[in-house]
């Protein structure tokens, strides 16, 4: 089975543009969350979706949002760039138990 | 304040000896991860833990969760060469994670020179 699938891989955008990653979760799991992790620190969160309801979120601004498609896909949405966003962003995805698997994840660069 | 502190940050040890790493944290959590990840890539689940007390093997990987489930650690026996990674520890509040997310450690930086 395949594993959680992040897209683009990599990607280098300007400041103040718009970004949106995508993310397909295991299948079977409804639950997607994503994390941003930027160099030399452990992942931090920002979003949680079950059935494609918002359930949780972290502490970043409103520039960031997500959603969840029928099909338990997300994509996570990032306006106005800084470069403080340039980070390796990673999608998780669970079932209703404690393990939680990563994606490979997609590494922004802001310019 | 970091909620999960994991010492030590930086580790550079020869092939063949043990190390043991530790996170630490002031909250209870109902689930605690450990993560290695590779340079450029996601972090990839070794092991969950759940109950206080709890010791779960994994080849040459041995870890503990504390009894009050407010701290872990992770133990190497005969380090390898292919054990050189980032090791993060990750605590949840809930299952999955859940509204709350995963709580990261920092990670240890771990170099196992031949």
């Known amino acids: 089975d395949a594993g959680v699938t992040q897209s683009p891989t990599h990607l280098i955008k300007t400041r103040g543009q718009q970004v949106t990653l995508r993310c397909s979760p295991i299948s079977g799991h409804k639950s997607v969350s994503w994390y941003q992790q930027v160099l030399g620190q452990g992942p931090q969160f920002i979003f949680q979706y079950y059935e494609k309801e918002e359930r949780g979120r972290g502490n970043f601004p409103d520039r960031f949002s997500a959603r969840q498609f029928p099909n338990y896909s997300s994509e996570l949405n990032v306006n106005a760039l800084l470069l403080g966003d340039s980070a390796l962003y990673l999608c998780?995805?669970?079932?209703?138990?404690?393990?939680?698997?990563f994606g490979e994840g997609s590494w922004l660069t802001v310019v | 304040t970091q909620l999960l502190e994991q010492s030590p940050q930086f580790l550079s040890i020869q092939e063949g000896e043990n190390l043991t790493v530790y996170c630490n944290s002031s909250?209870?959590?109902?689930?605690l991860q450990w993560y290695r990840q590779e340079p450029g890539e996601g972090p990839v689940l070794l092991v969950t833990v759940v109950t206080g007390g709890e010791v779960k093997k994994l080849k040459r990987l041995t870890f503990q969760f504390g009894d009050a489930r407010k701290d872990s650690s992770l133990h190497i026996t005969a380090a390898q060469t292919g054990d050189t990674g980032l090791y993060l520890c990750a605590g949840g509040y809930h299952p999955g994670g859940g509204a709350d997310g995963l709580t990261f450690g920092k990670g240890t930086h771990l170099i196992i020179q031949p």
């Open positions: 909250s209870v959590f109902s689930s």
């Open positions: 998780a995805s669970s079932t209703h138990g404690n393990t939680i698997y």
